[in-house]
């Protein structure tokens, strides 16, 4: 089914209705806002298969890789919402005052609040995790904001059956009118308009580093600048360091060859950048890494648009000067397939193209030979801002480079050692984030349930009586959340 682009004018309607419903929602208290949210992940999950099958037709991701991710889609909704409850993303933070101080000591409380209305943007890649219901809406909920979400028109059915999910799950909850509302949009001037209409408070996105960055712009050319908190991909860059990779050279490259083609390529997280020192153990890593990418079988693609990007971008890297292919899959590929590829330089290469750090978003990676130890940190310091980066490495290996560490730990907002970086835990410790460009704002990240304090900001209470503060901050502490009172952390009451 086609969907109507909305206008200007239906956006303005939309924006009114979420301004209008903000300033009931704020007011609703932690449980309600988290009983709304298990709501949601109950309806979810009552969509059953037909939800399923639809996705499966709309983006050619497998059934059992969908309901894997329905699953998580609705253990965040459900662990956000406890996160929500608890309180304690609130920051909640208390000095009493001292009023026979000289000058006297205000009563002064902190608390985070909502912002407003949220726009979220659906991702091509996690038809479920990362877009209409996704860790970006259950952020804004529970943070305390209505929601729009722009659907992504790679998969509008989808995004439509967990929009009427949503809804169903805001009338049994008796939320207020606009506290969710879905828009359609395959024109870029509708993205555009709900960014820069003055009722948006904030945007999450999830995608490509032009789409991200045009979000950025615009939130920021405002009258009233917004955060946009916009996760634009990254090559993920993994260190294979002497010690490690001479004992364990075969064993990484098998591991490697599943993470770079698991899911055909298409996670943020994917390792499109690999690095160590040339030698026999090198060499022996690209021989066997190659070996593995040859016997494994191409698959589909989320659709025509990303396969096409895929070849363009693959193929510019590979006509890069000294930029050698290794491997490509022996099967043959078919229509709207990935085709798993590896490629090779030098790291004089890669220091002189920035091209070789750009995303090829798909299954393809580039190992980067280093002639020494002073390159490869040369490479590292050379590099843009990471979701993640990887040290494939012994307790000596790491002991022993510490500029290399302290250079990694800078561009990266998650530093794995021994593992792969797809898979994305979903906690309260993870960081799913970088320094610009994987993302626009690198104190944030979007997975777990500090992700709530992106749609949330300080406000301090000065002077004011008991009685009229926020159950949050009042002396009794009814609620049972964790305080910060005169700099020690307590759940208990004043």
């Not at 099958?53 to 965040?76: C, D, K, S, V, Y």
């Not at 026999?280 to 066997?288: E, G, K, N, R, V």
């Not at 290399?404 to 530093?415: D, H, M, S």
Request: glycine content about 8%.
């Amino acid at each position: 089914m086609n969907y109507k682009d909305f206008s200007v004018e239906e956006i303005d309607i939309v924006m009114q209705q979420a301004w209008h419903a903000f300033h009931i929602y704020r007011k609703f208290s932690l449980t309600q806002r988290a009983a709304f949210m298990k709501a949601i992940a109950i309806e979810l999950e009552n969509c059953g298969d037909t939800l399923i099958h639809t996705a499966m037709q709309e983006t050619n991701l497998p059934e059992a890789r969908l309901r894997g991710e329905r699953a998580r889609t609705i253990f965040q909704l459900n662990s956000y919402a406890e996160a929500c409850e608890k309180g304690i993303w609130l920051a909640a933070s208390i000095d009493t005052g001292i009023p026979d101080k000289t000058p006297p000591k205000p009563d002064i409380r902190k608390m985070l609040v909502p912002l407003g209305p949220v726009v979220v943007f659906g991702a091509s890649n996690f038809p479920f995790a990362y877009s209409t219901a996704g860790g970006d809406t259950a952020c804004a909920f529970a943070a305390g904001c209505p929601v729009i979400v722009k659907a992504h028109p790679a998969h509008v059915e989808t995004s439509e059956m967990v929009a009427k999910a949503i809804l169903v799950a805001a009338e049994k909850c008796q939320m207020p009118k606009g506290i969710f509302t879905h828009v359609h949009g395959a024109n870029f001037e509708v993205g555009k308009a709900l960014v820069i209409h003055p009722y948006t408070k904030a945007v999450g996105f999830t995608g490509s580093y032009s789409g991200g960055k045009q979000l950025f712009d615009w939130g920021n050319q405002r009258k009233e600048p917004i955060p946009v908190f916009a996760e634009m991909g990254s090559i993920n860059p993994v260190f294979l360091l002497p010690e490690k990779l001479k004992s364990s050279a075969n064993d990484i490259a098998v591991l490697y060859a599943g993470s770079i083609t698991l899911g055909v390529g298409q996670f943020c997280t994917n390792p499109g950048l690999i690095i160590g020192i040339d030698g026999d153990a090198l060499q022996t890593f690209i021989h066997d890494l190659g070996k593995a990418i040859q016997k494994t079988e191409p698959a589909l693609m989320l659709h025509s648009g990303i396969v096409s990007a895929y070849k363009k971008n693959k193929g510019h890297a590979l006509l890069q000067e000294d930029v050698h292919l290794v491997a490509e899959s022996e099967t043959m590929v078919e229509e709207n397939q990935g085709l798993p590829t590896i490629a090779t330089a030098s790291g004089q290469t890669f220091l002189n193209n920035p091209v070789l750090q750009q995303e090829v978003f798909g299954p393809y990676s580039i190992v980067i030979r280093c002639k020494d130890m002073p390159e490869m940190i040369e490479v590292a310091k050379s590099l843009e801002g990471q979701l993640s980066s990887t040290f494939m490495a012994t307790e000596n290996d790491i002991t022993e480079n510490d500029e290399l560490v302290e250079a990694v730990k800078n561009i990266c907002g998650r530093f794995i050692l021994n593992n792969v970086p797809t898979g994305v835990e979903v906690c309260l410790s993870m960081q799913h984030g970088g320094p610009f460009p994987a993302s626009t704002d690198s104190r944030f990240g979007s997975v777990g349930a500090d992700g709530i304090k992106r749609f949330a900001r300080p406000i301090a209470f000065q002077n004011w009586s008991n009685n009229l503060l926020p159950d949050e901050l009042k002396n009794e502490n009814t609620l049972g959340i964790w305080r910060t009172v005169n700099n020690e952390l307590t759940k208990e009451a004043l």
